[in-house]
């Protein structure tokens, strides 16, 4: 299967193009930059580099969240039009379990723990561990404080390896829990679209219009709308 995906749920932005689970090519950038301007040019110039036809492509992935509420909005909108314009079928993969295929680089042993930072003192997360050479979900993707990750993790006992944009952060709590914890190493630490690539493999393709942003939790717009509603009463 030839799969392009998209990852665009954080800072970081990227697209890859697998065949078979065999990375054929990918664009990564964290420069800052909306991803508005840097999504579609950098799928464009893979396909070109590997010469590619669009129309060749079995699928199109993405990570539809959880994460940044912009950002997932911009890759599945992406996505879309891509899989509408050239008649293809759409795959949407968990951010969390498309980060989590970074863990191969794990010890073994050691607990994959995906971590966005959700802001609000909050993480996006997921476990998983790695079981015949693929990441095995422990936990479904969740919103929840330091405390609360901090808590479970230390009931589990394991040494933890940290992936993720939340990563860092999370690195630091756990330190100050005295729990054995470290990153991943710098080219994987990101979200990825070739991990976009490797979960879609075990999804089946669907119409486009089936695709929908995952957000977890309410927008801020969302939840300040809610607190005005709830004091006007």
């Not at 950038?29 to 991803?35: D, K, S």
């Not at 971590?115 to 609000?120: E, F, G, L, T, V």
Request: negative net charge.
């Amino acid at each position: 299967m030839l799969i392009l995906g998209i990852e665009s749920s954080a800072k970081a932005a990227s697209a890859a193009l697998c065949r078979d689970g065999e990375l054929l090519g990918q664009y990564f950038q964290c420069a800052g930059l909306t991803h508005s301007r840097t999504l579609l040019p950098m799928a464009e110039e893979l396909l070109r580099g590997t010469g590619t036809e669009l129309r060749e492509l079995d699928a199109v992935a993405v990570a539809a969240g959880p994460g940044s509420f912009t950002g997932v909005r911009i890759g599945v909108a992406a996505v879309k039009g891509l899989c509408w314009g050239a008649q293809l079928p759409a795959i949407g993969v968990s951010t969390l379990e498309a980060m989590a295929w970074h863990g191969l680089a794990a010890a073994p042993g050691e607990l994959v723990c995906c971590c966005m930072d959700a802001r609000r003192d909050q993480v996006y997360n997921a476990l998983f561990e790695i079981s015949d050479g693929a990441p095995a979900r422990l936990v479904p993707d969740r919103a929840l404080s330091l405390e609360q990750l901090g808590a479970e993790l230390a009931g589990m006992g394991r040494d933890v390896f940290l992936v993720g944009d939340g990563a860092a952060l999370c690195r630091e709590y756990l330190d100050e829990q005295g729990m054995r914890c470290r990153l991943s190493p710098g080219p994987l630490l990101n979200q990825s679209a070739w991990g976009v690539c490797m979960a879609a493999r075990s999804r089946e393709p669907q119409p486009a219009e089936n695709l929908l942003p995952v957000y977890l939790r309410l927008s801020q717009a969302e939840r300040e709308r809610q607190e005005r509603l709830t004091h006007t009463k």
